[in-house]
């Protein structure tokens, strides 16, 4: 779906010329159909059930997963607003704001993941010390 919505950016862009670089203005992603993913809740390890720690990975992977889409995405809507300058006749000139907004979206979304992977660390660890395996 995300995958979708990036696509039918692009076409958009294509599609209005011009027009669109007017309609988005000087800042194209500003009004980008990229959908930052929510971070999803880590539990506390302490008391969490193992079915919530296993959610809670699967969790973290889907997140990794649409942040991985998200910034593909960016990157193809940045792609599609200089290819579209390019294509104008006298071609136009890229506004170094839509690089710097897009590189801003995509630090911040890769450091939500690493943030993410960290939380789940500790909430994986909190939970094999609350749950040492049985002794054999």
Do not use: W
């Not at 203005?25 to 990229?34: F, I, M, V």
């Not at 919530?52 to 699967?58: G, Q, T």
């Not at 599609?80 to 979304?109: C, F, H, M, W």
């Amino acid at each position: 779906m995300r995958r979708g919505l990036c696509l039918s950016t692009a076409v958009l862009f294509s599609m209005l010329g011009g027009a669109g670089l007017a309609v988005f203005g000087g800042s194209a992603l500003a009004a980008s159909a990229c959908m930052d993913p929510m971070v999803p809740a880590m539990p506390d390890g302490k008391t969490a059930e193992r079915e919530a720690v296993i959610a809670a990975a699967a969790a973290v992977k889907t997140y990794v997963a649409q942040s991985d889409e998200y910034q593909m995405c960016l990157n193809m809507e940045y792609e599609a607003y200089v290819n579209e300058l390019k294509a104008q006749k006298p071609p136009g000139k890229a506004d170094p704001k839509v690089n710097s907004e897009r590189e801003a979206k995509i630090t911040a979304n890769q450091k939500s993941k690493e943030t993410l992977g960290a939380a789940y660390g500790k909430t994986a660890a909190a939970y094999r010390q609350a749950h040492p395996p049985a002794p054999k």
